[in-house]
């Protein structure tokens, strides 16, 4: 596995799913996906996903399939194709902080990077595809068939292997979630979309008119998460 071309990428802002997709976009290609950063990071630490479950024998392929990210370069912006998750920057803020209104320095910070990234695919001219995390709680048959269209992955094997993942995609989340808490830890286990929100004390409608007055054009991309004045 010592090649390190790749044509797509899985972008995400941290703790927004994109672990939970690459497992999905791995079992259903039988392809490993690169980790972020540098090579050897992306090898060992954040090595593709059924390498750090001992599974890699899975592979058919080992031509890396998609990197995967958390930041976009200028040359990620025009060369690359890209497959981007969304998720709530409110759970994301909750997550990283403990919020008081105004939002300080670093947790503006956070929304700033946030929407960078959202620009970035946003200006990308080659394929791309955005997913949303909550889709994938609720819907995930919808969005494993995006990510398939997106990846071309509809040959006859293909569509045995999504299917089976979705007939046993509690046993999946299990295997992904137990991997992923060796790194970090998920708390809403893929489960819960209002997980940090639901019973936050914080007045969430400043976090969104906030949001709302910063993020431009780019408020298409995140209107399902604001509440409607």
């Not at 497959?83 to 700033?112: A, C, G, M, N, W």
């Not at 994938?136 to 509809?154: G, H, K, M, Q, R």
Request: proline content about 2%; charged content about 30%; aromatic content about 12%.
């Amino acid at each position: 596995m010592n090649k390190v071309r790749y044509n797509s990428l899985i972008c995400s802002y941290p703790r927004s799913g994109n672990h939970w997709v690459r497992y999905i976009v791995e079992f259903i290609s039988k392809r490993p996906t690169l980790g972020a950063g540098e090579f050897k990071w992306a090898t060992t630490v954040d090595a593709p996903i059924f390498d750090r479950m001992g599974e890699s024998s899975y592979y058919e392929n080992s031509n890396f399939i998609a990197k995967k990210t958390h930041s976009l370069s200028k040359n990620d912006i025009k060369e690359k194709d890209m497959l981007f998750v969304i998720r709530d920057y409110k759970e994301i803020l909750l997550r990283k902080h403990k919020i008081s209104l105004p939002l300080d320095k670093s947790q503006k910070r956070t929304v700033s990077d946030y929407l960078e990234l959202i620009r970035g695919y946003h200006n990308c001219n080659n394929k791309k595809q955005i997913i949303y995390y909550e889709d994938l709680v609720t819907d995930p048959s919808l969005v494993v068939e995006a990510i398939c269209s997106f990846f071309s992955l509809e040959s006859e094997d293909h569509n045995e292997r999504k299917q089976s993942f979705l007939n046993d995609i509690g046993v999946h989340k299990e295997k992904c979630i137990s991997l992923y808490n060796k790194i970090n830890s998920s708390n809403s286990r893929g489960e819960n979309i209002k997980f940090y929100s639901k019973d936050s004390n914080v007045n969430l409608e400043e976090v969104d008119a906030y949001v709302r007055n910063i993020s431009e054009d780019l408020n298409n991309y995140i209107n399902r998460y604001q509440r409607q004045e």
